[in-house]
C-alpha cells in the first residue's frame, strides 16, 4: 500500500469515530485544519518524514472523539495525549505495512504533541505535529467555541483564558523557526481583541 493510500485510510477511520460519536464538528474544526497546517510545515521542513507527521496529526486527538460528551471531552483534556497514544497503538497495529519502529515514532509525536514539561517535543517530526496542532487554533474556530465547553463561564472569564491560551499557544509555535510568520497576523488580531474586550 503506498504511503498516501495508508493517510487516506486512517483518515477514513478517524473521521468514522468522528462522525459515529457525534464528534463531526471536532473533526472540521480542529482535525483537518490541522492536518493541512502539518502539510504546510512539512513544504518548510522536507527531510521531515511525511508518513510519521500526518498519520500522528490525524491521531493526535483520537482519546477526545471517543468521549461519551462534552463534560467528558473536557475532563481528558490534561490528560488526552496519552489516552490518544493508547487509542492510537491499537488503530495502527491493524495496519501491517507499518514497522514497529514507524508505530513508536508515531505515538511519541502523539505523547509529545502538547509540548509539555514531563513530555517535550524533541525530534522534527514531534516539533512539527506539535506547531501544527498549535497553527490549526489561529486558523480554525477554537477561539471562538470557548461556550460550547464551559456555557457558564462569563464573557471575562473566557476572555482570560483565551489569552493563557493565546501566550500558550505562541510559546509552541517557535519551536520552529519558520513557524511564528504563518500566524502572526492571526496572533496580533486575537490579542488586540481580546485585550481591548478586558480593558472596557
Known amino acids: 500500500m503506498a504511503e498516501s493510500e495508508l493517510i487516506q485510510k486512517i483518515e477514513k477511520e478517524v473521521f468514522e469515530i468522528a462522525n459515529k460519536n457525534g464528534w463531526e464538528w471536532f473533526y472540521k474544526v480542529h482535525m483537518k485544519p490541522m492536518v ?5 510545515l512539512l513544504k518548510l521542513y522536507p527531510e521531515a518524514n511525511k508518513e510519521i507527521v ?4 490525524w491521531l493526535h486527538d483520537t482519546a477526545k472523539i ?22 492510537a497503538k491499537d488503530l495502527l497495529l491493524k495496519h501491517k505495512e507499518l514497522t514497529d519502529e514507524k ?8 505523547i509529545r504533541h502538547r509540548n509539555s514539561k514531563d513530555y517535550p517535543a524533541k525530534t522534527l517530526e514531534e516539533k512539527i505535529v506539535t506547531v501544527a496542532d498549535t497553527l490549526s487554533h489561529f486558523r480554525g474556530a477554537i477561539y471562538l467555541i470557548h461556550f460550547k465547553f464551559f456555557p457558564e463561564h462569563s464573557l471575562e472569564q473566557m476572555a482570560h483564558e483565551a489569552l493563557a491560551k493565546l501566550d500558550r499557544d505562541w510559546r509552541d509555535l517557535k519551536l520552529l523557526p519558520e513557524a511564528p510568520k504563518l500566524a502572526e497576523t492571526e496572533y496580533q488580531v486575537l490579542k488586540k481583541m481580546l485585550e481591548s474586550y478586558l480593558e472596557d
Do not use: G
Open 66 to 87: 471517543y468521549a461519551k460528551d462534552i463534560i467528558e471531552f473536557e475532563e481528558i483534556h490534561k490528560t488526552h495525549h496519552l489516552e490518544s497514544a493508547e487509542v
Open 36 to 40: 493541512k497546517s502539518a502539510n504546510e
Open 54 to 57: 500526518i498519520i500522528a496529526a
Open 103 to 110: 508505530i513508536e515514532e508515531i505515538l511519541s509525536c502523539i
